[in-house]
């Protein structure tokens, strides 16, 4: 069975920077969609990066060249560098994973789902 766990996350400042690992345990990283969404208080869910088996990524604008997403075939770990955080950025952070090469939309949809790592970014 996948399981998904989520580390990282924290208080920080704006303009500093976290790094969010997923742990994946199960027979999924060699051939997945993985990804993170994140959820604010009160906001709709939204995914935030996902990257595919060939190392394919897509970003939600917001974060464009400030969050990179990255995955560890050895160590069967996601991950989320985030740089340059913003008091926008505050939202709990899930891991996601999909079995094949395509990314799914929803959250709910996809396969397998973390239990999520809470970032805050102060002003």
């Known amino acids: 069975q996948v399981q998904l766990v989520e580390s990282g996350g924290g208080s920080v400042q704006t303009g500093g920077s976290l790094r969010l690992s997923c742990a994946v345990s199960?027979?999924?990283?060699?051939?997945?969609?993985m990804g993170w969404f994140r959820q604010a208080p009160g906001k709709e869910r939204e995914r935030v990066a996902t990257?595919?088996?060939?190392?394919?990524?897509r970003y939600l604008d917001s974060v464009k060249d400030r969050f990179t997403i990255s995955r560890d075939s050895a160590e069967n770990t996601l991950y989320l560098q985030m740089n340059n955080l913003k008091p926008e950025d505050t939202a709990m952070y899930y891991c996601?994973?999909?079995?094949?090469?395509?990314?799914?939309?929803?959250?709910?949809?996809?396969?397998?789902r973390g239990q999520g790592t809470q970032v805050t970014v102060s002003s």
């Open positions: 996601v994973a999909e079995s094949g090469y395509y990314c799914v939309v929803k959250f709910e949809n996809f396969d397998f």
């Open positions: 199960g027979d999924i990283f060699s051939n997945s969609c």
């Open positions: 990257i595919r088996t060939d190392d394919s990524t």
